[in-house]
């Protein structure tokens, strides 16, 4: 009798430990399952966005080599064009007409770029950057620190103008309206080129900005 009673206790017993470690495992497999399909969607969306990021390379890589050349350490392109401003000057009428020629050609390859870019794929957005620099001279970039950041900002400000001017808006909100133009001045400081007479021209960054929309 008391074995028949050791029995009875042990079944239901055994029923219910095997019921708590079913409910268990299948807590553990739901949460599981749910972390899984996460990381899977983060994983598809990094993919998306490491593709992405080639076709964005691809297409900065048209840059016109004759205009543009990319400095790896800055990570920006700058712009070869010799636009040399006299000492102390913004004027862009100091710049002679073969100069403004060369500005005119790489005004139009960023523009087309740009428009390609914001035009092809609307889940970016670009921050494009036109950054100048001033020439230090003597102990300038101590003494007088704040002209050096007006006169480069004024010197990137008459380049985007005089760009305007020639039909290459690069704040239209009609053609580039994922694009956003920041215009910069460093003045004597910032990614300087060794060679100071090398110091009053521009730079180009081109950023993009991206929204990955996860699944799919």
Not at 23 to 32: A, E, Q, R
Not at 154 to 177: C, E, H, M, P
Not at 190 to 203: I, K, L, M, V
Request: with cysteine; proline share 1%.
């Amino acid at each position: 009798m008391e074995d028949n009673g050791k029995r009875d206790f042990f079944w239901p017993s055994y029923v219910d430990l095997m019921t708590s470690l079913f409910v268990v495992m299948l807590v553990l497999f739901i949460l599981s399952y749910v972390k899984f399909s996460k990381k899977n969607k983060e994983y598809q969306a990094s993919y998306k966005q490491m593709q992405m990021i080639k076709q964005i390379d691809s297409a900065l890589a048209k840059l016109d080599s004759n205009s543009f050349t990319y400095d790896k350490d800055s990570k920006r392109h700058k712009l070869k064009v010799n636009v040399s401003f006299k000492f102390n000057s913004v004027d862009f009428n100091d710049i002679d007409l073969a100069t403004k020629k060369d500005l005119i050609k790489a005004g139009r390859n960023l523009y087309q770029l740009m428009d390609s870019l914001t035009q092809s794929n609307k889940n970016v957005s670009y921050l494009l950057v036109v950054e100048g620099f001033a020439q230090r001279n003597l102990w300038n970039y101590k003494k007088i620190r704040d002209t050096g950041y007006v006169y480069s900002y004024k010197r990137s400000l008459g380049l985007v103008n005089y760009w305007i001017a020639q039909g290459y808006d690069f704040t239209s909100k009609k053609r580039l309206a994922n694009c956003e133009l920041i215009i910069a001045g460093s003045g004597y400081f910032g990614n300087r080129d060794a060679n100071e007479n090398n110091n009053r021209r521009f730079t180009i960054q081109i950023t993009p900005k991206y929204k990955v929309e996860e699944g799919g």
